[in-house]
């Protein structure tokens, strides 16, 4: 198993946007067939304000032809934005999508997960887990794409890519993860993955360089 933390801060790079269309999009390493996109919070509101489809989300999961079932969790905001997101991602994609809510509308949990149908079931591939919402200010960049309504105010997220596939790292065993994940080994920019063994890092390392960042990031206030 391999563990990528990152901690997003700024408003020109979110590591939770390039990860999640990075996991959606791969039909090789990380192919599977079903999507499951958990949210507290979603960002889908009519032109011309921010639509988090129209930010590359929508394309990457259409365009990937082996994503055939969607599952969408929510919401601990507003149920209309939620139904908004499902009925578009289901209409212009093409692909069903399963709505899914607690009895009480607390759902506060961030995960992204791909699965793949194996004759011993479906079995995850990897996930996302996070803080990061499917909101503007944790996926959204600056300077926006072309066509896409954004004004970033980012939040400092901090999101735990899982490799839950091992199959993933025996493709990858010479290549290396950032054949996949390019930024896996840059250690700006709140990256945490130093890679001092052959397949990945400790925890114990990846926990004292989130520490690290954290510090670096903040200051004491009385």
């Known amino acids: 198993m391999g563990l990528w933390i990152t901690l997003r801060k700024n408003n ?3 590591f939770f946007q390039e990860n999640l269309l990075r996991i959606i999009s791969n039909q090789d390493e990380l192919d599977g067939n079903r ?12 032109r011309p304000k ?7 989300l929508l394309p990457a999961i259409r365009d ?17 934005t939620f139904n908004r997101f499902c009925s578009k991602l289901e209409t212009e994609s093409g692909k069903p999508v399963t709505k899914r809510k607690p009895s009480s509308s607390n ?3 961030k995960i992204a ?13 990897c996930a996302i887990i996070g803080s990061s919402n499917l909101t503007r200010p944790a996926y959204g960049i600056n300077p926006p794409p072309e066509g896409v309504n954004t004004g970033v105010n980012f939040n400092y997220e901090c999101d735990v890519l899982i490799f839950l596939n091992d199959g993933f790292f025996n493709i990858l065993h010479e290549k290396g993860p950032a054949a996949v994940f390019p930024g896996i080994d840059n250690q700006e920019f709140g990256s ?18 989130l520490w690290k960042e954290i510090e670096e990031s903040t200051h004491i206030v009385k």
């Open 107 to 109: 759902w506060h949990a």
């Open 113 to 125: 997960m791909k699965l793949k149908s194996t004759t011993a079931g479906e079995l995850p591939v």
């Open 50 to 56: 921010y639509s988090i489809l129209d930010d590359h």
């Open 64 to 80: 990937n032809g082996n994503i055939t079932k969607i599952d969408v969790i929510g919401t601990k905001g507003s149920l209309q």
């Open 35 to 46: 999507l499951i996109l958990a949210s507290g919070y979603f960002s889908e509101d009519p």
């Open 12 to 14: 020109e790079h979110s």
């Open 192 to 209: 945490i993955f130093y890679k001092k063994l052959p397949r990945g890092t400790t925890e114990l390392e990846q926990l004292k360089g």
